[in-house]
C-alpha cells in the first residue's frame, strides 16, 4: 500500500481499531477526569488532537537526525517527553500573547497535556512503528504526522461518546455505591468491549 | 568506551539548553502584562468561580471590574469587607449591600397530596414536564433536589419531610437554587429577617386544604395582626414586606396552618 491509501489505512485505524483509549489504555485520566460534559470533552480532545499531531512532527526529526545517528535509540522515552513538554509550554507562552481568545477556549486542557501518556505513547509508537531496524521506511515522515492526527481524533472520539453518555447517566437511578466514578468505570469497560469489534478476537 | 557516556550527556544537555533558551527567550519577548489591578482584586474575590455574577469565573470579573464592565454588587459571594477594599482598589464609594440567603417557599412536602404516582427520572425538573409535577398542588416542592445538587457551597439538605432546608450559616446567595427550581420556590431574603411565608400557592382557600395541610389559605389574619402592616395578601398568598418587617412575630403565631416560618 501507498500514497492515499495507506495513510487512510492509517488513520482508520488508530482512531478505531486501536483507539487510544479503548485499546491501547492510553490518555485514562482526562478520559475519566474531564469527561462529565460534552463542551469540556471537546475541547479537551481538539487540545489533544493538537498537540499529538505536532508531537509526531517534532519528534520524528529528533529521532531521525539526533537520536538515531548517535546511537541513542534508548534515550526516546526522557527526549520525547523533554521535547513534548517545552514544545507545549511555548506554544501556550505563544497563543497566550497573541491570540487570548483560543488560548481562553484551550483553558487549562493544553497545560494539562503537557504530561499526558497518550502524546507520549504517540511519539513512541510512531518509532516503533515507522522504523525497521534503525532506519525509516517510506513516507514514514508522514505517516507518523497522520497517526499522531489519528490518535487525537480517536481520543476525541472516545471523549465526546464517554461525555455523551455520562450526560444522561446523571439521570439514570444507580445505586448510592456506584455513583459518580464507579459506574463510569463500568461504562468504559463497556466501551472498549464494543471497541474491540473493530479488531475482533484472536484465539 | 568513554563515547558511551560522553554523547549522550551531550546530547540530552544540548537538546535540555536548546529548549530552555528558547523557552526563555519566549517568555522574554511575549510577555503578558497581567495588569497589577486586577491581580489585587481578584485576591480580594472569594474564588469560587460560581459564575453568579455572569462572568467567567473570578478572575473574568476582576477583569470587568478594572474595566467598569461590572458593578462589584454583581458578586453575592463576597462579604462586606471585601468588597469595601475592592471598592477602595478600584477608587469608588462603597455601598454596603444587604446581606442576603435563600429561602424555600413550600411547606407541603409529605404534607402535600400526590396527584398520580411519579416513577420517573428523579429531578424536578423532569417531573414538572408531565401534568406540571406529581403533587396536587400546582405550586408545590416536588422534592427531588434539583436545588441540593446545584447549591456549590453545600447549604441545602433535603429533609425526610420531602423538603429542602437551607442552611443560613452557609448560604452565601449565588442564586443557583433560585434558577434551578423549576417551580420559582426560592427567595433571596435579606439575613436579619427571621420570618418568611413558607407557601407560594395562589390557589384560594378551599383548593388549598384540599391538596395541603400546610398551605396559605388567605383568611387574612396575619395581615389583620401585623401592627406595622408590613405583611399582606394578595392573590390568595400571604405576602412579607421585608423593607418594613420588625420581626415581632405576631403573624407567626397566629397563622391557623403554620405557613409562615421561622428560621
Known amino acids: ?203 | 568506551m568513554i563515547s558511551n557516556i560522553v554523547t549522550p550527556l551531550l546530547v540530552m544537555t544540548g537538546l535540555g539548553l536548546f529548549f530552555g533558551v528558547v523557552l526563555a527567550y519566549a517568555l522574554k519577548i511575549l510577555k503578558i502584562e497581567v495588569n497589577p489591578t486586577v491581580f489585587k482584586i481578584l485576591s480580594k474575590l472569594p474564588g469560587s468561580n460560581c459564575g453568579a455574577c455572569g462572568k467567567a469565573g473570578c478572575a473574568g470579573f476582576a477583569e470587568a471590574l478594572k474595566n467598569k464592565e461590572a458593578m462589584l454588587s454583581a458578586c453575592l459571594v463576597s462579604n462586606d469587607e471585601a468588597r469595601r477594599s475592592i471598592a477602595e482598589i478600584l477608587g469608588v464609594e462603597f455601598n454596603p449591600k444587604i446581606r442576603t440567603t435563600a429561602v424555600s417557599l413550600c411547606n407541603g412536602g409529605k404534607n402535600a397530596k400526590d396527584k398520580y404516582a411519579y416513577n420517573g427520572i428523579k429531578s424536578c425538573k423532569a417531573a414538572s414536564l408531565v401534568f406540571g409535577g406529581q403533587k396536587e398542588c400546582g405550586f408545590g416542592c416536588l422534592g427531588f433536589g434539583d436545588c441540593a445538587r446545584v447549591c456549590p457551597f453545600g447549604a441545602i439538605k433535603m429533609t425526610s419531610g420531602g423538603l429542602p432546608e437551607v442552611d443560613a450559616a452557609k448560604c452565601t446567595a449565588c442564586g443557583n437554587c433560585v434558577r434551578a427550581c423549576p417551580k420559582n420556590l426560592f427567595e433571596l431574603i435579606p439575613i436579619e429577617r427571621k420570618y418568611y411565608v413558607k407557601c407560594s400557592s395562589m390557589d384560594t382557600g378551599n383548593i388549598v386544604i384540599k391538596a395541603c395541610k400546610s398551605g396559605c389559605i388567605a383568611c387574612m389574619k396575619c395581615e389583620k395582626v401585623c401592627p406595622v402592616g408590613a405583611i399582606k395578601v394578595e392573590s390568595n398568598l400571604s405576602r412579607i414586606n421585608y423593607l418594613k418587617c420588625q420581626d415581632m412575630g405576631k403573624c407567626f403565631e397566629v397563622c391557623p396552618t403554620k405557613v409562615i416560618a421561622r428560621r
Open chain 1, 1 to 203: 500500500m501507498n500514497g492515499m491509501s495507506a495513510y487512510l489505512t492509517i488513520f482508520i485505524s488508530t482512531v478505531f481499531v486501536n483507539n487510544f483509549i479503548l485499546s491501547r489504555f492510553l490518555g485514562l485520566c482526562p478520559f475519566i477526569g474531564v469527561s462529565k460534559q460534552i463542551k469540556p470533552a471537546l475541547s479537551m480532545g481538539i487540545a489533544v488532537t493538537f498537540v499529538t499531531t505536532m508531537a509526531a512532527l517534532i519528534t520524528w526529526p529528533i529521532y531521525n537526525f539526533i537520536l538515531i545517528p548517535y546511537g541513542l535509540e534508548y534515550l526516546r522515552t526522557i527526549v520525547f517527553i523533554l521535547v513534548i513538554a517545552s514544545f507545549v509550554q511555548f506554544v501556550e507562552i505563544v497563543i497566550q500573547k497573541k491570540t487570548p481568545s483560543l488560548y481562553k477556549a484551550f483553558g487549562i486542557y493544553l497545560a494539562l497535556i503537557t504530561t499526558n501518556c497518550a502524546v507520549l505513547g504517540v511519539t513512541v509508537l510512531n518509532t516503533d512503528t515507522f522504523f525497521v531496524s534503525g532506519a525509516a521506511v517510506a513516507g514514514s515522515f508522514i505517516k507518523s504526522v497522520v497517526q499522531g492526527f489519528g490518535a487525537g481524533a480517536g481520543f476525541t472520539l472516545a471523549m465526546i461518546l464517554m461525555a455523551g453518555i455520562r450526560e444522561r447517566l446523571e439521570f439514570a437511578d444507580v445505586p448510592g455505591c456506584f455513583k459518580d466514578i464507579p459506574i463510569t468505570f463500568i461504562v468504559a469497560s463497556l466501551m472498549s468491549l464494543a471497541f474491540l469489534g473493530f479488531s475482533g478476537f484472536k484465539i
